[in-house]
C-alpha cells in the first residue's frame, strides 16, 4: 500500500459572500460589506486544485454544504425570511470551503490501530461556522467509508473549541512514516478569541490512539492571534522534516523547537525573522498560509498566495531563501483572491490526508477531466456576485441551492443532498 499526501480542497459555494463574520480575521471585518464574485471564487479554487494535479500531487475535494442551513435555522425558531441579519448571514455562509478546518488528521503510521483517524471540527467560536460539522461529518463517512483503513470520530464537545488541521501540524521523515504530531492552542484573554483550546487538542489525540512520545501540544503565542494569526496555519506550516514558521508564531519558541528536535532529530526549523518580516506582514501576506509540498522530485515547493509575491518584505526573504541553500526550492503564486479577502489563503482551502488514494471513495479524487465538468457547472450556475443586502433575497438563496444541486449530481454525490 502507497501512502501519499491527498490535498481535499473545499469547493467554494455558491453562497460565499463578505459579511465580516470573523472577529479576530482581519481580512473578513475590513471587507465586510463588500461584493462577493462567487463564480470567480470557485473558478479560482478549481484553478488552483488544477495547477496542483500539473505538479503531480494527489488531489481531491469536499462539496460546498447546503445553504442557507435551514436545521439550524430551524433550531433558532427562525427562518431566512424573518431571521436577524447576523444569524441569517451565519446561516448563509459558504466558510466549509476552508477545508483545513474541517477535521484533524492522524495518518495511519501514527495511530496504535493502524488506520488514519479524522475528528470533524466542531468550530464552535464562530457561529456561522459552528453549524458546519453536520455536512462535513457526512462528507468524510462518505469519502472515507473504508474502515479497514480510516476512523471518522465526531467532534469534541462543547465549550472546547476546534479548528481541526489549521491548528495542526506533522513532521515526519517521509510522508508514509510514523512522525510527530504538534497541536498548536490558544489561551483566552487577548483581544480576539483563542479558537482552538487545549482540551480539543488532548481529546483528539487521545481518540486518534497516538503515541504520547510523538505528540506534542504547544501554545500559539498571545501575540499571533492579537496580531491577526485566528490560526497557528498564517503563521506556521510543516511538511515532512520542515517547519516553516515565523519567529513569533508560539508562546514560548525556543521551548518549542527544543521540544520538536528533542523527538525529531532530522526535524529542519526555518524561522523567518521578525526584523525581515513582521507580524503584521506575515498576516497581511499569508507567506505561511502556503502548501508546502514534495514534488514527484523529491523537492519542496511552496504554494502561496499572490499576495505574498506583491509584498516586498516577504517576497525579498523568499527570494534570498531559495537563492540559498533553504529547503524550499521552488515558489509557485496562486490567485485565490477571492478567498483571501475573507481570510482564507490556499492552506486554508485544503485539508491533508495521508492514504492510499485506493482506499478513498473516487468520487472524491480529482483530475483535470473532473475538474473540468466541475466548472462548467460553475459557470453555469454559480451566482455572478453577491452584495450584503441581497442575503435573504429568495431567488438568490433558490439558485444558491440549485447551483449546489447541479454540482451534486455531476460529481454523482447526490446523496450528500
Ligand atoms: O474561520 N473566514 C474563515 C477563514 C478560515 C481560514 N482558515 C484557516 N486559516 N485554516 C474564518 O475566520 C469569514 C466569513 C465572513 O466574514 O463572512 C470566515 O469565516
Keep these: 500500500m502507497t501512502l501519499v499526501e491527498?490535498?481535499?480542497?473545499?469547493?467554494?459555494?455558491?453562497?460565499?459572500?463578505?459579511?465580516?463574520?470573523?472577529?479576530?480575521?482581519?481580512?473578513?471585518?475590513?471587507n465586510a460589506g463588500a461584493v462577493s464574485q462567487p463564480r470567480a471564487a470557485a473558478l479560482?479554487?478549481?484553478?488552483?486544485?488544477?495547477?496542483?494535479?500539473?505538479?503531480?500531487?494527489?488531489?481531491?475535494?469536499?462539496?460546498?454544504?447546503?445553504?442557507?442551513?435551514?436545521?439550524?435555522?430551524?433550531?433558532?425558531?427562525?427562518?431566512?425570511?424573518?431571521?436577524?441579519?447576523?444569524?441569517?448571514?451565519?446561516?448563509?455562509?459558504?466558510?466549509?470551503m476552508w477545508a483545513a478546518n474541517a477535521a484533524t488528521v492522524s495518518p495511519a503510521p501514527d495511530t496504535a490501530d493502524g488506520r488514519c483517524h479524522l475528528s470533524a471540527a466542531n468550530l464552535l467560536t464562530m457561529a456561522h461556522r459552528s453549524h458546519e460539522w453536520t455536512g462535513t461529518q457526512a462528507q468524510l463517512q462518505l469519502a472515507f467509508a473504508d474502515t479497514q483503513h480510516f476512523a471518522v470520530h465526531g467532534p469534541v464537545p462543547a465549550p472546547y473549541g476546534d479548528e481541526g488541521a489549521a491548528n495542526f501540524m506533522r513532521l515526519c521523515p517521509s510522508h508514509g512514516e510514523a512522525g510527530l504530531e504538534i497541536f498548536v492552542y490558544?489561551?483566552?484573554?487577548?483581544?480576539?478569541?483563542?479558537?482552538?483550546?487545549?482540551?480539543?487538542?488532548?481529546?483528539?489525540?487521545?481518540?486518534?490512539?497516538l503515541n504520547p512520545d510523538r505528540t506534542l501540544f504547544i501554545q500559539q503565542a498571545e501575540a499571533a492571534i492579537a496580531a491577526g494569526a485566528f490560526h497557528n496555519d498564517v503563521v506556521a506550516v510543516?511538511?515532512?522534516?520542515?517547519?516553516?514558521?515565523?519567529?513569533?508564531?508560539?508562546?514560548?519558541?525556543?521551548?518549542?523547537?527544543?521540544?520538536i528536535r528533542d523527538r525529531m532529530p532530522e526535524a529542519?526549523?526555518?524561522?523567518?525573522?521578525?526584523?525581515?518580516?513582521?507580524?503584521?506582514?506575515?498576516?497581511?501576506?499569508?507567506l505561511f498560509n502556503a502548501q508546502l509540498v514534495t514534488l514527484p522530485d523529491g523537492e519542496m515547493a511552496l504554494i502561496l498566495p499572490t499576495e505574498a509575491q506583491a509584498n516586498a518584505n516577504v517576497w525579498g526573504w523568499l527570494q534570498e531563501h531559495v537563492a540559498g541553500n533553504g529547503p524550499i526550492r521552488k515558489l509557485v503564486p496562486v490567485d485565490v483572491r477571492q478567498s483571501m479577502a475573507n481570510g482564507g489563503g490556499p492552506a486554508c482551502l485544503r485539508l491533508r490526508v495521508v492514504a492510499d488514494p485506493a482506499t478513498v471513495d473516487p468520487r472524491f479524487m480529482a483530475d483535470e477531466a473532473k475538474l473540468d465538468r466541475m466548472a462548467v457547472v460553475i459557470a453555469e450556475h454559480w451566482p455572478e456576485s453577491i452584495a450584503p443586502d441581497q442575503l435573504g433575497d429568495p431567488a438568490l438563496v433558490a439558485q444558491v441551492q440549485t447551483a449546489r444541486l447541479a454540482l451534486l449530481t455531476a460529481c454523482d454525490l447526490s446523496s450528500l443532498a
Aim: proline share 5%; with cysteine.
Design 268 to 286: 529542519e526549523i526555518v524561522i523567518v525573522p521578525a526584523n525581515r518580516v513582521s507580524l503584521a506582514d506575515a498576516v497581511q501576506s499569508y
Design 186 to 209: 490558544g489561551k483566552s484573554g487577548g483581544p480576539f478569541p483563542a479558537r482552538q483550546h487545549i482540551e480539543s487538542s488532548k481529546a483528539i489525540a487521545r481518540a486518534h490512539c
Design 6 to 30: 491527498i490535498n481535499f480542497d473545499g469547493i467554494i459555494g455558491p453562497s460565499h459572500n463578505y459579511a465580516g463574520l470573523s472577529a479576530g480575521n482581519l481580512a473578513s471585518a475590513n
Design 238 to 259: 510543516a511538511n515532512e522534516r520542515v517547519l516553516f514558521t515565523h519567529e513569533q508564531a508560539f508562546e514560548e519558541p525556543e521551548a518549542a523547537y527544543a521540544a
Design 44 to 96: 479560482q479554487g478549481i484553478e488552483k486544485m488544477r495547477a496542483n494535479v500539473r505538479l503531480g500531487l494527489a488531489q481531491g475535494f469536499f462539496m460546498p454544504l447546503d445553504r442557507p442551513n435551514t436545521a439550524w435555522l430551524n433550531g433558532l425558531a427562525t427562518d431566512m425570511a424573518s431571521a436577524e441579519a447576523h444569524i441569517r448571514a451565519a446561516a448563509f455562509s459558504a466558510s466549509a
